[in-house]
């Protein structure tokens, strides 16, 4: 009978071993479960407050998610200002059509081709994030400032990039000032940097002249000599500066979200989230 109740006792340990053995490896999946669905619905949040201000805000208003120029196109501008003091090529620059109105328009229209398509990036954004594999919530978790949205973009922005190319393409070729498009004044400015190199080339040894007596500095004969044709299409060039706006908004929430605990609005962000005030 002694015997019986030892065995009885040691069974009753070793079930009592195993379940609790059980349900902490149990509450360490859940855990990493948890902590992944949180960081995904942190960067859901992320995008539609990302697109939410930038199709109401816009692109422009901001210095931090403003379209530019390519770089192409600012060495095209510069090489005409330059020129201008150069009276051999300066009376033909007006045939180039590269003036100051043109410089404006484009990076308007980029702009606001980019804004026009910000709503449909929320689509193309949710599928990326539900389709994301992670594999270390924790270390994301708890890899600081952004971590988050940089694995977002390190694991998906080649896809974004294709997904969201056709909504800024149709936003292009939309969006207008006086009837010109993003895509007809690139057109234009394509067709005048190419007119531009040939007579940088014709002119040669007018503006070497120049710059030899100091008429043209250093600086501007550097963007002389780099004008080239240019690619006709630009429309790659402003799908990744328009994803490049919308993750930095990304990211700006998620931080928000790790360092405010009131902009975490839901249960399992308040617990996953919450570790990191601990």
């Known amino acids: 009978m002694f015997r019986k109740s030892i065995v009885t006792r040691v069974l009753a340990l070793g079930v009592a071993a195993f379940t609790f053995t059980s349900c902490e490896e149990m509450s360490g999946v859940l855990s990493q479960g948890d902590t992944v669905a949180a960081l995904k619905e942190a960067l859901n949040v992320g995008v539609n407050v990302a697109v939410e201000r930038l ?25 005409v200002q330059a020129l ?22 484009l990076i308007t229209l980029f702009n606001e081709a980019a804004t026009d398509a910000a709503p449909k990036a929320a689509t193309v954004f949710t599928s990326a994030i539900t389709n994301m594999s992670v594999q270390d919530g924790e270390g994301i978790l708890f890899g600081g400032s952004g971590a988050a949205t940089t694995y977002l973009k390190d694991n998906t922005y080649t896809g974004l990039q294709g997904a969201f190319h056709d909504p800024i ?23 005048g940097n190419n007119k531009l190199a040939g007579y ?75 570790r990191l005030d601990e």
């Open 55 to 79: 199709s109401t805000e816009g692109y422009f208003e901001d210095a931090a998610t403003r379209i530019g120029l390519p770089q192409e196109a600012v060495t095209a501008f510069t090489a």
């Open 200 to 274: 940088i080339n014709q002119y040669k040894s007018a503006i070497n002249l120049a710059s030899a007596t100091g008429l043209i500095p250093s600086s501007a004969m550097t963007a002389i000599n780099n004008v080239g044709e240019v690619n006709t299409d630009i429309s790659d060039y402003v799908t990744g500066k328009a994803l490049d706006g919308l993750f930095l908004r990304v990211s700006q929430k998620e931080d928000d979200i790790r360092t405010n605990a009131a902009a975490r609005t839901s249960d399992l962000l308040k617990r996953v989230f919450g």
């Open 84 to 105: 201008q003091k150069v009276s051999a090529v300066s009376s033909v620059l007006n045939e180039v059509g590269l003036g100051p109105d043109l410089q404006d328009n």
């Open 169 to 191: 393409v149709n936003s292009m070729n939309k969006v207008n000032i006086a009837g010109m498009t993003a895509t007809t004044a690139w057109s234009k400015f394509a067709t």
